[in-house]
């Protein structure tokens, strides 16, 4: 059984930057990829970036590109997300999910944090 717990939501000014991180225990802890997905309120969970867990090869959803920064610890097994320039309309829970494939398909990960609220204010 895999648990990943988030951290790092809060309140933030549009413009600003916030670190999430989500921290993956289990006793076989070895996915192929993580990622980190949003879900703005009345919306779908929309993906954001994924990291292959062994190669650290990165991929983003055009939305954040050059703006969001996902990367991984694999010795504390904790991925992160760093956010920057941050709009109002990313106001969503962001989950962290770990999965087999390193894919944008939420569908192809198996297991999920249960989210943090991120609020950018204008």
């Known amino acids: 059984q895999v648990q990943l717990v988030e951290s790092g939501g809060g309140l933030v000014q549009a413009g600003g930057s916030l670190s999430l991180s989500c921290a993956a225990s289990g006793r076989t802890f070895s996915p192929g990829a993580m990622a980190w997905f949003r879900q703005a309120p009345g919306k779908e969970r929309e993906f954001a970036a994924t990291i292959d867990w062994i190669r650290g090869t990165t991929y983003y959803a055009d939305s954040v590109k050059g703006r969001f920064t996902i990367s991984r610890n694999n010795a504390k097994n904790t991925v992160y997300l760093q956010m920057t320039s941050l709009k109002p309309e990313e106001t969503a829970v962001y989950y962290c999910?770990?999965?087999?494939?390193?894919?944008?398909?939420?569908?192809?990960?198996?297991?999920w944090g249960q989210g943090t609220q991120v609020t950018v204010s204008s």
């Open positions: 999910a770990a999965g087999r494939f390193f894919m944008a398909s939420r569908n192809l990960y198996t297991y």
